[in-house]
């Protein structure tokens, strides 16, 4: 049986929790997910929103917050139905789809980027890689 969540591996690693969204916040997540990760899987789109979750955990701030503070840009006012329940998956029941702290991600399809190389790599889903913060900083 897969551990419901890092806490009960006996990791030092924080247990997901559940952040309650307003609506407005919620709308905000969904358009943000959906304008990064609008034609990736819907595992793409848990770990973008999983992102936002993990910055506002971090740092303590509201996901509108977060997304210019971290610059995440994309943006579609349309967000599918995966795309609102994989908010509702990360935001509302805890779910998580790594147990490492990811914050950061980028498509290499669409850019290249230096910066999030320098952090520690942790995993890849479609078109994205994603990082957690290099533990040096």
């Not at 969204?21 to 709308?27: A, Q």
């Amino acid at each position: 049986e897969e551990p419901e969540n890092a806490a009960e591996t006996g990791d030092p690693e924080p247990e997901w929790t559940s952040i309650k969204l307003s609506p407005e916040e919620r709308e905000i997540v969904e358009c943000v997910v959906m304008g990064e990760a609008g034609g990736e899987s819907y595992t793409g789109k848990m770990l973008v929103a999983q992102c936002i979750k993990n910055a506002c955990e971090k740092d303590d701030l509201k996901p509108s917050e977060v997304i210019v503070k971290y610059k995440y840009s994309g943006w579609n006012d349309d967000p599918t139905e995966e795309a609102k329940e994989a908010v509702k998956a990360i935001f509302d029941n805890g779910e998580a789809v790594t147990d490492e702290e990811i914050l950061y991600f980028y498509s290499p399809e669409h850019c290249s980027s230096e910066w999030h190389e320098t952090q520690r790599y942790v995993l890849t889903e479609g078109g994205h890689r994603f990082f957690a913060e290099n533990s040096g900083e």
